[in-house]
C-alpha cells in the first residue's frame, strides 16, 4: 500500500471527516508528514489513530487536552475523538502515524471486537491514550505501532495480516492497562464536543465570508458569551482566533498547490486587507507568504529519519 498522500481534511455537517483511510478491505492507512509545513485542522472521525513523534517533537491537541509528544512517544486517539496537529515552523518536527477503522480488527460479532475494540468504545472509555517507551508495556505497544507503520508504507510481503496482528497486539495492552492511563469523557463534555464539531463545520463552511462571534454562535443556537466559553475552554482560543488561524492554514495550503498569488489567495481565504494577511500569516508561520511559497513548495517528503 505504501505511505498514503495527506490531503485537506474534509467533513460533513457535523464535522465528521469524510476521507476513507486505506480501503474497504483494508481500512488501514500510514502517513508520515513534515510539520514545519504541515498541519491538521480540528476535526473527528469513525477510526482510531495512532500518531508517534518521529523527529523533534509534535503538538497534538485532543478535546480539552494539549500533548506534547516528544521524539519516540506517541498517543492512541480513540474513535470520535475531536483532534488536531499544529505545525512547527521552526522544525524539525516529522509527524508518522496510522488511521484505521475498528473493523480492520474484527466485525462487531467477533470475540475480537468484544475483547479489543468494544471497551474502548463503552463509556468511560479514554479519550485518547499516551505512550511513552520508559513505561514497559507502552513500549511494547509503540513497537507493535511501529511495525505496523513500517509494514504498511513499505508494502512488506503479507503486510496486511502482518500489520492487523501488530495492531491488535497494541490494542490488547492498552484494555489491558488503560484504567491507569485514562482522560475519560463525561456526557457533559461529550456533548460539548459535538457543539464544538459543528461550530468548527460551520467555520469550515463559511471562513470566506464575515464571520462573528454572534453569527457562529447561531449555527448552534448558543449565545454568544457560551460560544466563547467553549472555544476557550476546549480549544483554548477565541472563536474569531480560530477563524483566523483557519484562513491562515487554508492560504497556507493554497500557497504549496496554487499558481496564484499571494493577494488573490489572501483574498480567496477571507482576508479583505492584503498588509493585515501578511502580517497575520507573518505572525503564524514567521515568514511572508512569499517566503513561505519559496521555503517550501514542491518540498518532497522526509525520508527515514531513523529507526523509530
Known amino acids: 500500500m505504501a505511505l498514503a498522500q495527506n490531503c485537506e481534511v474534509r467533513a460533513t455537517q457535523q464535522g465528521r471527516?469524510?476521507?476513507?483511510?486505506?480501503?474497504?478491505?483494508?481500512?488501514?492507512?500510514?502517513?508520515?508528514?513534515?510539520?514545519?509545513?504541515f498541519y491538521v485542522p480540528w476535526h473527528w472521525h469513525d477510526d482510531f489513530e495512532y500518531i508517534l513523534a518521529a523527529r523533534g517533537t509534535v503538538t497534538v491537541g485532543v478535546g480539552k487536552s494539549r500533548l506534547y509528544l516528544h521524539q519516540g512517544q506517541g498517543v492512541l486517539i480513540n474513535c470520535g475523538g475531536l483532534h488536531e496537529v499544529e505545525t512547527v515552523?521552526?522544525?524539525?518536527?516529522?509527524?508518522?502515524?496510522?488511521?484505521?477503522?475498528?473493523?480492520?480488527?474484527?466485525?462487531?460479532?467477533?470475540?475480537?471486537?468484544q475483547k479489543l475494540?468494544?471497551?474502548?468504545?463503552?463509556?468511560?472509555?479514554?479519550?485518547?491514550?499516551?505512550?511513552?517507551?520508559?513505561?514497559?508495556?507502552?513500549?511494547?505497544?509503540?513497537?507493535?505501532?511501529?511495525?505496523?507503520?513500517?509494514?504498511?508504507?513499505?508494502?512488506a510481503v503479507d503486510y496486511e495480516n502482518w500489520a492487523r496482528y501488530r495492531i491488535c497486539t497494541a490494542l490488547r495492552l492498552v484494555n489491558q492497562h488503560c484504567a491507569a492511563c485514562t482522560d475519560t469523557i463525561s456526557q457533559q463534555e461529550q456533548v460539548a464536543s459535538r457543539r464544538m464539531k459543528r461550530m468548527l463545520r460551520f467555520i469550515?463552511?463559511?471562513?470566506?465570508?464575515?464571520?462573528?462571534?454572534?453569527?457562529?454562535?447561531?449555527?448552534?443556537?448558543?449565545?454568544?458569551?457560551?460560544?466563547?466559553?467553549?472555544?476557550?475552554?476546549?480549544?483554548?482560543?477565541?472563536?474569531?482566533?480560530?477563524?483566523?488561524?483557519?484562513?491562515?492554514?487554508?492560504?497556507?495550503?493554497?500557497l504549496l498547490t496554487t499558481r496564484l498569488k499571494a493577494g488573490e489567495i489572501g483574498a480567496a481565504c477571507g482576508f479583505s486587507d492584503m498588509s493585515y494577511f501578511t502580517k497575520s500569516f507573518r505572525e503564524a508561520k514567521h515568514c511572508t507568504p512569499k517566503e513561505?511559497?519559496?521555503?517550501?513548495?514542491?518540498?518532497?517528503?522526509?525520508?527515514?529519519?531513523?529507526?523509530?
Open 204 to 254: 469550515e463552511e463559511h471562513y470566506v465570508e464575515e464571520l462573528t462571534v454572534a453569527r457562529i454562535a447561531d449555527s448552534v443556537a448558543l449565545s454568544e458569551s457560551a460560544c466563547l466559553r467553549s472555544f476557550r475552554q476546549m480549544l483554548g482560543l477565541t472563536p474569531i482566533q480560530y477563524v483566523k488561524q483557519y484562513r491562515i492554514e487554508k492560504a497556507a495550503e493554497m
Open 17 to 37: 471527516e469524510l476521507a476513507q483511510h486505506g480501503t474497504a478491505w483494508f481500512p488501514l492507512a500510514a502517513y508520515q508528514e513534515d510539520l514545519t509545513c
Open 117 to 155: 475494540v468494544s471497551p474502548l468504545q463503552a463509556p468511560g472509555a479514554p479519550a485518547y491514550v499516551l505512550l511513552d517507551a520508559a513505561v514497559p508495556w507502552q513500549a511494547q505497544a509503540l513497537e507493535c505501532f511501529r511495525d505496523a507503520w513500517r509494514a504498511v508504507s513499505t508494502d
Open 89 to 113: 515552523p521552526e522544525g524539525p518536527s516529522l509527524l508518522r502515524s496510522l488511521v484505521f477503522h475498528p473493523r480492520l480488527v474484527g466485525g462487531m460479532d467477533t470475540v475480537f471486537w
Open 292 to 308: 513561505y511559497q519559496r521555503r517550501f513548495a514542491g518540498k518532497e517528503r522526509e525520508g527515514e529519519p531513523t529507526d523509530l
